[in-house]
Structures are given as C-alpha cells and as structure tokens.
C-alpha cells in the first residue's frame, strides 16, 4: 500500500516535536514538508525548531518551510511559559544545517495542492490554523483537493487551556480556525477531551528513555520541561501530549473514537474568543463539519509511540 502524503504544519514546541518524530519514524506517511507558523513561540524559532527535529530524526532532507509570523486579524499570543524561551527548552539540540526552503509556507501549501492528485494529500495541523486559512483564501480551489485535516485544537467537556473557554492554538487565530471549519473539507479534530487522556506518566517516560538512543534522551528531556506546567496546573502524572495525536490517528484509528458534529468557533466575544461550541448532541440542526474525538487508548498510543520512536 502507498505511503499516505502528509503535511505537517506546525510551531514546535516539545510535543509538536514528538508528533514531527512520530511522523518521520512511520513508512505509512509521506511527509512531502512541514510548514511552520507563529504560535507556541513566534516563527523565527517554530522555523528553526522543525529544522532541529528534523535532524534529531537523522531525516535532514525533509523540507521545512516559514509561513505566517502572526495570526490574521488578532496580535499574536504565544506560550512560552509553557514551552520555555526557545519553544523546545530541555535538551541541549545543536543549531540546525539543513536549509530552511526559499519558498513560503502558504505557496508551498497551494502548489503541493494543485500538483498532487485530488484527495491524495493529509494537512495535519499541529498549531495555529493561519498558513491553511491563507491558502484557502489564496486559492479556494484546493479545498475539493484536500483528502482531510486532522487537527489538534478545540475543547468542549474539557473547557479550555488558555482561557477558560479556549485552547489555544484556536485562541490564536480564532478567525483562521473559522475559515476552516466552513471550508467544507473533511475534518478529524483530536480536542483537549482527547488529548486530556494521554499522559506522560512516569512509567510511560521510563520506558521511552530505556530505549536508550539519542532520540530517546531527547524525548525525555523534552516531556520532563514541558510536563512540569501541566502537572502542576492539573495536579496530574504527567502532562497530556496534545499534537502526537494528530499523527497517531492516522497510524491507528482504531485508538480513537469520537462521532460527526457541528463545531463553530467564536470569533466575536473577548470573554469567549476562541472557543469552539461542539454540538455533541444535535440539537442545533446545523450540518455536521468534523469528525470530533472523544476518547482514546491511551496504552495503544504510547505503545504506538514508543515502538516507533525506538526506530529513530
């Protein structure tokens, strides 16, 4: 069976990072690029971050491409007291060689689009929704083109991680996530309900580490710093581990269950900006536009990860 074509957009970010890893350790998936944009830290460093996780992944020949450095309409918001100064603090990762493409992220996107067959290309978004957002606008045609999006972002049941009623990678770029949930092309959605269920736990950490290669000391780094926020927050083991989501569903959908919903986003309230009102149970009679998540295995997802990260 053909390898699945995939592009990565991002603004890594340690677990943007594990899910770039898992992506570049499966066979099943084609990463024709990963695109960056401003988000956990702003585009300078998700650019430079891609680039490291590349060659952490000994993968320096995957494109990674810059794009947006700032949401559409709203200034940018960025985490960096979730994911340290650098967006990927806690291993010591070298300067990246590779190149960064001369090409804009948002091009890339659109000619990857027009080029590939029809329904053969995967976006997975693991960040601000800005570089798909522009290049629907820019070229509304390869909507038809797209053969899904499986998203990181939203919440319901969960509320929200950067206000009460927002996640955040919503919260950024609140308008951009609009333009998508109306563009009318598939949509997977792994939301805080979702990823609220993986958690690093310590046993989990363990047994990654014992993989014992340099892949794996730098995982452990990276989920020992970015763990640390949530644990507290929560009052958890572990913290949840949000993007790798994104990829392990398309590895193995079976971890995953969820059902078709109407999911709108506020664009209009401050006091609820970026919020994303999921119709669970149909009572607005607007159409369904995404596949929503709702619960996973989470042992399945970090065997899954764990077995794919020992081949990096």
């Not at 957002?133 to 070229?139: K, T």
Request: hydrophobic share 45%.
């Amino acid at each position: 069976m053909a390898a699945q074509k995939i592009i990565i957009d991002t603004d890594p970010g340690q677990d943007d990072a594990l899910a770039i890893l898992l992506a570049l350790a499966s066979p099943e998936l084609d990463v024709l690029g990963i695109t960056t944009v401003a988000g956990n830290v702003p585009l300078p460093l998700t650019q430079k971050n891609a680039r490291k996780i590349c060659e952490l992944a000994g993968k320096p020949h995957t494109p990674v491409y810059a794009g947006a450095s700032r949401p559409m309409v709203r200034p940018l918001v960025t985490a960096e007291h979730v994911h340290g100064r650098t967006g990927l603090d806690g291993p010591e990762l070298p300067e990246p060689v590779m190149p960064l493409q001369a090409q804009h992220a948002v091009d890339f996107i659109v000619q990857t689009l027009q080029s590939q067959p029809a329904g053969e290309v995967t976006l997975c978004t693991l960040g601000p929704l800005t570089n798909v957002a522009l290049a629907l606008q820019r070229a509304p045609e390869v909507a038809s083109r797209i053969r899904q999006i499986v998203m990181m972002g939203g919440g319901f049941f969960e509320g929200g991680n950067i206000t009460p009623a927002a996640e955040f990678n919503i919260y950024v770029d609140p308008h951009a996530a609009d333009v998508v949930l109306r563009s009318g092309i598939p949509l997977v959605l792994m939301p805080l309900d979702v990823t609220h269920q993986v958690l690093t736990t310590r046993k989990r950490v363990d047994a990654i580490g014992a993989l014992g290669t340099p892949v794996a000391k730098a995982c452990v780094e990276l989920l020992e710093f970015f763990e640390r926020y949530d644990e507290q927050k929560y009052g958890s083991d572990g913290g949840p581990l949000h993007d790798p989501c994104v990829i392990a569903y398309l590895l193995q959908p079976e971890l995953f269950q969820g059902r078709d919903c109407n999911v709108v986003v506020e664009t209009g309230s401050e006091l609820t900006m970026g919020m994303t009102v999921v119709d669970w149970w149909a009572v607005s009679g607007r159409p369904a536009n995404a596949k929503v998540m709702r619960m996973v295995d989470a042992d399945g997802f970090f065997s899954l990860l764990t077995s794919r990260l020992k081949t990096l």
